[in-house]
Antibody
């Protein structure tokens, strides 16, 4: 069974930093692209970032480019999202998600971790 | 970036009825559209990818159609568990984008 477990969320002040982690299990992690998707309270889904299977290629939403960095450690079956210069509008549940076989469709999701940016 | 506009914002129907949800893209995305279902308090679930392919384990009452800029998700006979929010997503161009969602509620 595919499992994705996010951690690292919490309350942070504007301008601060946070690193999210996502521990994967139940599949061959090193073979799959991974994504982060966020959802502000009561709002819709917003794609944040994607990393390919060996970490060579990454993509970002314009709203986070230059502030967020996605990375992965295939030895630890973990994907990360380093978030710097956080803003109020970054407040959201952040979902770690698995790509459907190199397609940019998302076929498995974690339960999410809440990030709250507030002073 | 490609903007996806979903309609209607809210759809009120009864179990047993047919649901038709629409997604329109701001430019042609060929057939690169997917649909997700999200129930309250849960993560989304992939229903349809590449416009018309059902994801693993998705019941046959869910179907997708369309190409270019206009796409449709149809639920042929609504079951009580189908009442949720539905999002479309495109993978034609970076950044990946989602529609704003259609809430399917019980009438």
């Amino acid at each position: 069974e595919v499992q994705l477990v996010e951690s690292g969320g919490g309350l942070v002040q504007p301008g601060g930093s946070l690193r999210l982690s996502c521990a994967a299990s139940g599949f061959s992690f090193s073979s799959f692209w991974m994504h982060w998707v966020r959802q502000a309270p009561g709002k819709g889904l917003v794609w944040v970032s994607r990393i390919d299977s060996d970490g060579s290629y990454t993509n970002y939403a314009d709203s986070v480019k230059g502030r967020f960095t996605i990375s992965r450690d295939n030895a630890k079956n973990t994907v990360y999202l380093q978030m710097n210069s956080l803003r109020d509008e970054d407040t959201a549940v952040y979902y770690c998600a698995r790509d459907l076989k190199v397609t940019n469709w998302i076929d498995s999701w974690g339960q999410g971790t809440l990030v709250t940016v507030s002073s | 970036e490609i903007v996806l506009t979903q309609s209607p914002a809210t759809l009120s129907l009864s179990p047993g009825e047919r649901a038709t949800l629409s997604c329109r893209a701001s430019q042609s995305i060929s057939g690169y559209l997917g649909w997700y279902q999200q129930k309250r308090g849960q993560a989304p679930r992939l229903l349809i990818y590449d416009a018309s392919n059902r994801a693993t384990g998705i019941p046959a009452r869910f179907s997708g159609s369309g190409s270019g800029t206009d796409f449709t998700l149809t639920i042929s006979i609504l079951e009580p568990e189908d009442f949720a929010v539905y999002y479309c997503q495109q993978r034609s161009q970076w950044p990946l984008t989602f529609g704003q969602g259609t809430r399917l509620e019980i009438k």
